[in-house]
């Protein structure tokens, strides 16, 4: 399969009481097109704050991340988060005061890629292909349960038309039902729509439903049997 996303020599660290803490080292990694990386690691190696940088939300000390071999930075890192990525918060980020609906139309509006002009009735349909029926897709995602509301997120991730998507503990606010249809949606999003999937966890339920479990320890990333 092709790479979607090359990490080359990525570092960072930042000081803390007089030391300087080394978060990445020299670290290197390449993910390949429509599959679902689960990314682990203990508690403080890193893997909120890579997740960061690899998504153009953060910067790294030196190293180089390239999207199908162009250089994010030179591409700009506004044009690349715009354009080329989705992000799945675990506090889901959806603007409360609007619609479940709204909140995926308005990704689809901030976006340069093409997207059908149909806007309203594709929102629907992909709202619906991750369980929100009409008459929840119109109610305010205040409204909505804790996995209904992580099921917009995603869909509004992808309203974009977007390859990549990047998610931060998603089900980590959810109870374990609701975790193993996230995480189906997850599967979906690979075996279905053909994006590829990078989610920071901590659950082994989550990465053992992965394509690829990658283990971040001691600043590197290595791909885990």
Sequence with gaps: MATILKLENLCYGYVDGGFKRQ?????????EEGRFYTI???????????LSIIAGLDKADSGKIY???????????GQYRRNKIGIVFQQYNLISYLTALENVEMAMTETENKIPKNQKE?????????????SKADRLVSKLSGGEQQRVAIARAIASNVDLIFADEPTGNLDTATEQEIIKVFKNLTEEFGKTVIVV?????????????????????????
């Excluded at 339920?205 to 992965?210: A, I, T």
């Design 40 to 50: 682990l690691g203990p508690s403080g190696s890193g893997k909120t704050t890579l």
């Design 23 to 31: 978060i990445l080292e020299n670290l290197s990694y390449e993910f």
């Design 201 to 225: 966890t901590h659950s082994n339920e989550v990465s053992k439903l992965s394509d690829s479990r990658v283990l971040l320890n001691e600043g590197v990333l290595k791909t885990m049997e």
């Design 122 to 134: 594709v929102a629907y349909a992909l709202l619906e292909k991750f369980g929100i029926v009409k």
């Design 67 to 77: 999207y199908r071999d162009e250089d994010i930075e030179k591409m700009g890192l």
